[in-house]
């Protein structure tokens, strides 16, 4: 009884800094988003946007379904529901598929309406979303797969959510003068700096899930600036294009 006594106050204070984790993050997303697509024609936009599709849509709903599902799930382990918590991870293993499907169309279909950086040529930017897919798919399964080790299943949880801020992070409105690479991987690592310093003050170190998922995003921003001009990628681009054409 003494030992969960004593435990008691970390584990709130652990379910605190989780909490605030999830505000932040849905606090990202809809700022980013919230022009063009949550209060669409209610406030002014940051940058012009694109015409809504049905797809475009869908995508939107099923996305933040995802996050919203997040909060839920943050929350209702905060308030030590832990049994609800459970059951409604089924709902992560149904959604999962559909965000795989939703997103690689909206990805491939995105480069015909040129909805990425204006900058970039589409079929090079088509990088971006296309290969969140996988990153995100993989931080997931990792998550899922670590449900029994609370500590793992909750770092990979959260940084799976953090990678699917770029295009929220992107949106928002930054100086010009600031390269675009480092606005997405300096954001998501931002993101991330809080997680390192909460290890630190409760394990007396940085866990090793949060240096994979920090190496997992950052590393695989540097690959699509690496590859996205390359012939190779663009020849791939194209076929995949073809298939939605």
């Given at each position: 009884m003494a030992t969960l006594a004593a435990q008691r106050p970390r584990l709130e204070a652990e379910r605190r800094f989780y909490l605030g984790m999830a505000i932040a993050i849905l606090a990202t997303i809809l700022a980013g988003f919230g022009p063009s697509f949550y209060f669409r024609g209610l406030v002014p936009p940051y940058h012009p946007y694109l015409p809504m599709t049905p797809l475009v849509l869908l995508h939107g709903l099923v996305f933040s379904s995802w996050a919203l599902l997040f909060m839920a799930q943050v929350s209702l382990m905060s308030a030590g529901k832990a049994a609800v918590h459970m059951k409604l991870g089924i709902g992560g293993f149904v959604l999962l598929p559909v965000m795989i499907v939703i997103g690689t169309l909206a990805a491939l279909h995105g480069v015909e309406r040129h909805s990425g950086n204006p900058s970039i040529p589409p079929l090079s930017w088509l990088a971006v979303p296309l290969l969140d897919i996988p990153v995100f798919?993989?931080?997931?399964?990792?998550?899922?797969?670590?449900?029994?080790?609370?500590?793992?299943?909750?770092?990979?949880?959260?940084?799976?959510?953090?990678?699917?801020?770029?295009?929220?992070?992107?949106?928002?409105?930054?100086?010009?003068?600031?390269?675009?690479?480092?606005?997405?991987?300096?954001?998501?690592?931002?993101?991330?700096?809080?997680?390192?310093?909460?290890?630190?003050?409760?394990?007396?170190?940085?866990?090793?899930?949060?240096?994979?998922?920090?190496?997992?995003?950052?590393?695989?921003?540097?690959?699509?600036?690496?590859?996205?001009?390359?012939?190779?990628?663009?020849?791939?681009?194209?076929?995949a294009v073809s298939f939605v054409a």
């Amino acid at each position: 009884m003494a030992t969960l006594a004593a435990q008691r106050p970390r584990l709130e204070a652990e379910r605190r800094f989780y909490l605030g984790m999830a505000i932040a993050i849905l606090a990202t997303i809809l700022a980013g988003f919230g022009p063009s697509f949550y209060f669409r024609g209610l406030v002014p936009p940051y940058h012009p946007y694109l015409p809504m599709t049905p797809l475009v849509l869908l995508h939107g709903l099923v996305f933040s379904s995802w996050a919203l599902l997040f909060m839920a799930q943050v929350s209702l382990m905060s308030a030590g529901k832990a049994a609800v918590h459970m059951k409604l991870g089924i709902g992560g293993f149904v959604l999962l598929p559909v965000m795989i499907v939703i997103g690689t169309l909206a990805a491939l279909h995105g480069v015909e309406r040129h909805s990425g950086n204006p900058s970039i040529p589409p079929l090079s930017w088509l990088a971006v979303p296309l290969l969140d897919i996988p990153v995100f798919t993989g931080l997931i399964l990792a998550g899922l797969l670590n449900r029994d080790k609370p500590q793992v299943h909750k770092r990979f949880m959260l940084g799976s959510l953090v990678g699917l801020l770029p295009p929220s992070i992107g949106r928002l409105p930054w100086p010009a003068e600031i390269p675009f690479p480092v606005i997405i991987i300096g954001g998501q690592l931002a993101f991330l700096v809080p997680l390192a310093i909460w290890d630190i003050r409760s394990r007396g170190r940085i866990h090793w899930v949060t240096i994979t998922v920090a190496a997992v995003l950052a590393g695989s921003w540097l690959f699509r600036l690496a590859i996205w001009n390359t012939p190779e990628w663009l020849a791939f681009a194209r076929w995949a294009v073809s298939f939605v054409a």
